[in-house]
């Protein structure tokens, strides 16, 4: 049994370490058929999305509705036979003339939802595009019950863990110095701990699995067999059954424990070995399904993660240990069990302050594009409200170390001061737990946002910032004056995108014009588009280029026939 644990952990540690070195964070759609925004001559059989990536379609959303909102499709979707990256779901045969909506949503492999939405039309003469209501286009976080599961799952997992730690590794010397009732009341406290989490777990992955299948959470009978559809799911199966050999492993070191041996056995270091091989299998789970296992450079994001995750959970679990040492041993020997336990704590949750400060930085080095992106993205906002949380858990475990440590030193010569310290470190501790626990809440809300794309540093050498609503912006750029226009400007909308160019008054003719576009809030690749000259110094271009609501980047650039190029970079807010 411990060798499988130790080969299991292994097995997720090298895989870690031999993580691709980039990758994409979503499911991109890259084709559709019907094309964005295309008239056809007849109405077409299916509607088919490829994606750059498979995802699964008992998991995916394609609507196809007239302007009244008649659904038009039929059957379930499905993947294509030809080619596992592409959806298709079947029409309605002979649908009359007019404009289409196609509304998708898909789940990626990592979990997380993508969904965009654009129209189509079936001709000969289908007028002119309605105004389309879109169900909803704007990536966002989860649901206040996925949020909330997901923050018990962490925090049932960071507490077994650490208080394992505690038990096994630091308040050991109980059973020789101390009451042997605070070693037996801990030891409970771990066992509780590791079999809420053995609950906890599936139960997160059901209201995952849940929320992105659009079923109820207790429609077990069509949930269960979709917890394996995505590479999220199957990883956080695989941590169950990390933390059932973990449990395992735990139930046998904590049965071979003789504390009262100074010197651990053979079997008890193996047990112990055990224990944290089991741990480090279950905290490498969720960086490398989650958005550290999705960004560059991936191996150094899932070990800032994993460290994270680490130092987190002996910080915690300790401080709750804490709490159970002073509630359960009698208030004759509490001094002197925490005069054991304190001092030992106190030097290894300095260590994991250290830690977990030093993998914080590298985590939001690692996921910050541009310094501005903490205060003007939501998962920015996010991290300067843990940083606060953790700032102020640090000030309190300073007074720990600062006045209770010493408090309880000097009890064993002065016994009056022994009340007071013990007092001191209930009180310091139990808002320690809290303001530590509000930190794992702000980390589970962290893991449902999209970090910011590399393109969001684009944003800061934006000449105008432009939207909602149709633009018709001038900015002027190494002598040329560069007047902008789209319209409607609006996500799922046919929208034109037009750049007038203008040098010394006279019109710019005979240039190359090119437009990219990038998403500022959601990775996704770069689109690029050609603008053709459709009159003197006008170079123009329709194109279903903003397939998402939100801030957009569009960088114009002008390569005249005689001249040195151009660049212009413009931010533009489409709404949904």
Avoid at 221 to 237: C, D
Avoid at 338 to 366: D, H, N, W, Y
Avoid at 412 to 432: W, Y
């Amino acid at each position: 049994m411990i060798r499988r644990t130790v080969g299991l952990a292994a097995a997720v540690a090298v895989a870690a370490v031999l993580l691709p070195a980039t990758a994409c964070a979503h499911a991109y759609l890259i084709r559709t058929a019907p094309a964005a925004s295309r008239v056809l001559d007849r109405p077409p059989a299916t509607v088919a999305l490829t994606f750059d990536e498979a995802v699964e379609p008992r998991l995916a959303i394609i609507s196809v509705t007239d302007a009244r909102g008649t659904r038009e499709t039929r059957g379930p979707v499905r993947r294509a036979a030809a080619d596992p990256d592409t959806l298709v779901v079947a029409l309605r045969p002979g649908v009359a003339e007019g404009w289409y909506l196609v509304y998708w949503r898909a789940i990626s492999g990592d979990g997380h939802p993508v969904q965009g939405a654009y129209t189509y039309a079936i001709g000969p003469n289908p007028g002119p595009a309605p105004q389309f209501v879109v169900p909803h286009l704007s990536a966002s976080a989860d649901t206040p019950q996925l949020l909330v599961t997901r923050w018990l799952m962490f925090l049932c997992v960071m507490t077994a863990i650490g208080l394992l730690a505690l038990r096994l590794f630091i308040a050991r010397p109980l059973g020789r110095a101390g009451p042997s009732r605070g070693l037996a009341a801990l030891t409970r406290a771990a066992v509780i701990a590791c079999l809420l989490a053995l609950i906890a777990i599936p139960v997160y992955l059901n209201f995952a699995v849940a929320e992105d299948s659009l079923h109820s959470v207790f429609d077990l009978g069509a949930l269960v067999p979709l917890y394996r559809a995505t590479a999220f799911g199957r990883g956080y199966l695989d941590m169950e059954v990390c933390f059932e050999l973990l449990t395992l492993a735990a139930l046998v070191a904590l049965w071979l424990d003789r504390p009262e041996r100074p010197l651990r056995s053979v079997a008890e270091l193996a047990a112990g070995a055990g224990v944290v091989a089991g741990s480090a299998a279950v905290l490498l789970v969720p960086p490398a399904v989650g958005h550290a296992g999705q960004t560059s450079p991936r191996g150094l994001s899932v070990l800032f993660d994993f460290l994270h995750l680490v130092s987190g959970s002996v910080w915690i679990g300790g401080l709750i240990g804490l709490l159970v040492l002073w509630t359960t041993v009698a208030a004759e020997q509490r001094v002197a069990a925490l005069g054991v336990v304190v001092p030992r704590f106190s030097a290894v949750a300095l260590g994991a302050v250290i830690l977990l400060l030093i993998s914080g930085t590298g985590s939001t080095v690692v996921h910050m594009p541009v310094l501005s992106a903490l205060w003007e993205t939501s998962y920015g906002v996010a991290i300067l409200v843990k940083i606060g949380l953790l700032t102020a858990a640090v000030a309190l475990a300073s007074g720990n170390l600062l006045r209770t440590r010493p408090g309880l030193a000097a009890a064993r010569q002065d016994p009056a001061r022994a009340e007071s310290a013990a007092r001191l470190l209930r009180r310091l501790v139990s808002a320690e737990t809290i303001v530590v626990g509000g930190a794992v809440f702000t980390a589970a809300l962290l893991s449902s946002l999209a970090p910011p794309p590399p393109a969001f540093a684009q944003s800061g050498s934006a000449l105008a910032h432009v939207g909602p609503g149709r633009v018709a912006a001038t900015v002027t750029r190494n002598g040329y004056r560069l007047q902008v226009i789209i319209a409607p400007n609006r996500a799922a909308a046919p929208d034109s995108f037009a750049l007038r160019v203008a040098r010394r008054g006279a019109p710019v003719r005979g240039a190359t014009v090119t437009l990219a576009f990038n998403h500022l809030q959601m990775e996704m690749p770069q689109q690029t588009y050609a603008l053709r000259e459709v009159r003197p110094g006008l170079y123009q271009r329709s194109a279903p280029a903003l397939i998402m609501a939100g801030p957009w980047s569009l960088d114009f650039t002008v390569s005249p026939a005689a001249g040195r190029p151009v660049n212009a970079l413009i931010v533009d807010q489409a709404d949904g």
